[in-house]
């Protein structure tokens, strides 16, 4: 599969706007900054805006809050009840970007995002240029089962059942634009647009190889292509 050139141009004007809004945060690599590696390690807090977590700059410090919350380290989700500041003032849920708890960033959910009665996060299980990040949430899905009669074996009803099983999400996170998508084959190919030939190949892998090579093109766009905070 090959990239027009509408298609090149509009994905690298994308990037050049982002590269230039990102060039006011951090110039390159200079002694204020530092590489944002796979397990970059961000300063904890709470994060109000996306610039504020671009910027490795919490809007707020832990020690300057009091909150509820509770993190499970093996689904990288954390439920957060309620944050207040030392005032009592609580701050909106709704109004914040994200957290970093242990130097792991989370990015808030839309409400209904899982089954979870309290506002979620998901930590972002890789960081770069794209970040990445996964949960669960809950599906109803529709099967139609039939009875048999127990002596002949000859089927004589049928009927339609609803359960509800976890369904796996991903998502992307650009780390010069704060533009999130679904982490599928379509749109890693568009973002990954500038370096040709490797959006060639993970445009050309089939259904069956996704699962085992999709992520391994993300981390290879990632190694390529290194980003840069401030410390």
């Given at each position: 599969?090959?990239?027009?050139?509408?298609?090149?141009?509009?994905?690298?004007?994308?990037?050049l706007?982002?590269?230039?809004?990102?060039a006011?945060?951090?110039?390159?690599?200079?002694?204020?900054?530092?590489?944002?590696?796979?397990?970059?390690?961000?300063h904890?807090?709470?994060?109000?805006?996306?610039?504020?977590?671009?910027?490795?700059?919490?809007?707020?410090?832990?020690?300057?809050?009091?909150?509820?919350?509770?993190?499970?380290?093996?689904?990288?989700?954390?439920?957060?009840?309620?944050?207040?500041?030392?005032?009592?003032?609580?701050?909106?849920?709704?109004?914040i970007?994200?957290?970093?708890?242990?130097?792991?960033?989370?990015?808030r959910?839309?409400?209904?995002?899982?089954?979870?009665?309290?506002?979620?996060?998901a930590?972002?299980?890789?960081?770069?240029?794209?970040?990445?990040?996964?949960?669960?949430?809950?599906?109803?899905?529709?099967?139609?089962?039939?009875?048999?009669?127990?002596?002949?074996?000859?089927?004589?009803?049928?009927?339609?059942?609803?359960?509800?099983?976890?369904?796996?999400k991903?998502?992307?996170?650009?780390?010069?634009?704060?533009?999130?998508?679904?982490?599928?084959?379509?749109?890693?190919?568009?973002?990954?647009?500038?370096?040709?030939?490797?959006?060639?190949?993970?445009?050309?892998?089939?259904?069956?190889?996704?699962?085992?090579?999709?992520?391994?093109?993300?981390?290879?766009?990632?190694?390529?292509?290194?980003?840069?905070?401030?410390?």
């Amino acid at each position: 599969m090959r990239f027009g050139k509408k298609s090149n141009m509009k994905n690298r004007l994308h990037i050049l706007l982002a590269l230039y809004s990102w060039a006011a945060v951090v110039q390159g690599q200079s002694e204020d900054s530092v590489l944002v590696t796979k397990n970059f390690r961000f300063h904890d807090g709470v994060y109000a805006t996306f610039a504020d977590f671009q910027r490795n700059r919490p809007t707020w410090l832990w020690d300057s809050l009091y909150a509820v919350c509770v993190t499970n380290p093996q689904t990288f989700l954390t439920q957060v009840e309620y944050i207040k500041q030392l005032d009592g003032e609580e701050i909106p849920l709704d109004s914040i970007w994200g957290l970093a708890i242990g130097g792991i960033p989370y990015v808030r959910l839309p409400r209904g995002a899982t089954p979870k009665p309290l506002t979620a996060f998901a930590g972002l299980r890789l960081r770069g240029i794209i970040c990445y990040y996964a949960y669960e949430d809950m599906e109803e899905r529709t099967y139609e089962i039939q009875a048999y009669n127990p002596v002949t074996g000859a089927p004589f009803r049928k009927g339609k059942v609803k359960n509800k099983e976890p369904v796996r999400k991903e998502f992307m996170l650009h780390f010069l634009s704060g533009k999130i998508e679904e982490f599928t084959q379509a749109n890693l190919v568009a973002w990954i647009a500038d370096d040709v030939r490797l959006a060639e190949a993970i445009a050309s892998l089939s259904e069956s190889e996704l699962e085992e090579k999709l992520f391994k093109g993300l981390l290879i766009y990632v190694d390529r292509y290194p980003v840069f905070t401030l410390k």
